[in-house]
């Protein structure tokens, strides 16, 4: 079954760290750029951070660049994503999306994950 | 960046009838070498991750119904469902992949009137 399944989320304080994790299962992970999108409580949609199918290239928003780092590891299927120096406008859930075969990152996302709820809050 | 803009907020649409939304990004997003516009369209139901319905402003993915189409180019795009129905309340979210940071939409919530 093609899919991508979050952990890792919790409630943390700010200035401190969390990672989450996520798993995908049914397609072959290393062929593909991986993403990670949050939505705030009520809020729209935020991509986060992008890793492409090589690790030779990573991007990051610009709210989480020198925070935040993604990472993957392909014999484990897994992507990551390192979090420190959390701040309470880091609340939300997260994501992760599959973007496109053999991509460096430009991409659409057409598989995503049921989330993982982080909340930063004293 | 690339600002993306939705409009409208939301609209509320007889079953049957057509909803259209509309989204313009801030620059072009129509890649000349390949002639192709970095510009998707996805709907999300409460509780539920987005879903792609539309990638390269036109193509619908595998699996998504025929009422639903996408149409423009350049800065200008529209997601039309020609025929609503009940299932297809939700939130659709343009999003464009041309440049980082990738950016949405801020949605457009589609209702039954």
């Known amino acids: 079954q093609v899919q991508l399944v979050e952990s890792g989320g919790g409630v943390v304080q700010p200035g401190r760290s969390l990672r989450l994790s996520c798993v995908a299962s049914?397609?072959?992970?290393?062929?593909?750029?991986m993403h990670w999108v949050r939505q705030a409580p009520g809020k729209g949609l935020e991509w986060v951070a992008v890793i492409s199918f090589d690790e030779k290239n990573k991007y990051y928003a610009d709210s989480v660049k020198g925070r935040f780092t993604v990472s993957r590891d392909g014999p484990k299927n897994t992507l990551y994503l390192q979090m420190d120096s959390l701040r309470t406008e880091d609340t939300a859930v997260y994501y992760c999306?599959?973007?496109?075969?053999?991509?460096?990152?430009?991409?659409?996302?057409?598989?995503w994950g049921q989330g993982t709820l982080v909340t930063v809050s004293s | 960046d690339i600002v993306m803009t939705q409009s409208p907020d939301s609209l509320a649409v007889s079953l049957g009838e057509r909803a259209t939304v509309n989204c313009k990004s801030g620059?072009?997003?129509?890649?000349?070498?390949?002639?192709?516009?970095?510009l998707a369209w996805y709907q999300q139901k409460p509780g539920q991750p987005p879903k792609l319905l539309i990638y390269w402003a036109s193509t619908r993915e595998s699996g998504v119904p025929d009422r639903f189409s996408g149409s423009g180019s350049g800065t200008d795009f529209t997601l039309t469902i020609s025929s609503l129905q009940a299932e297809d309340v939700a939130v659709y979210y343009c999003q464009q992949y041309y440049s980082f940071p990738l950016t949405f939409g801020g949605g457009t919530k589609v209702e039954i009137k």
């Open positions: 620059q072009s997003v129509l890649y000349s070498s390949n002639n192709k516009n970095y």
């Open positions: 999306a599959r973007g496109r075969r053999d991509s460096t990152g430009y991409d659409h996302f057409d598989l």
């Open positions: 049914g397609f072959t992970f290393s062929s593909y750029a």
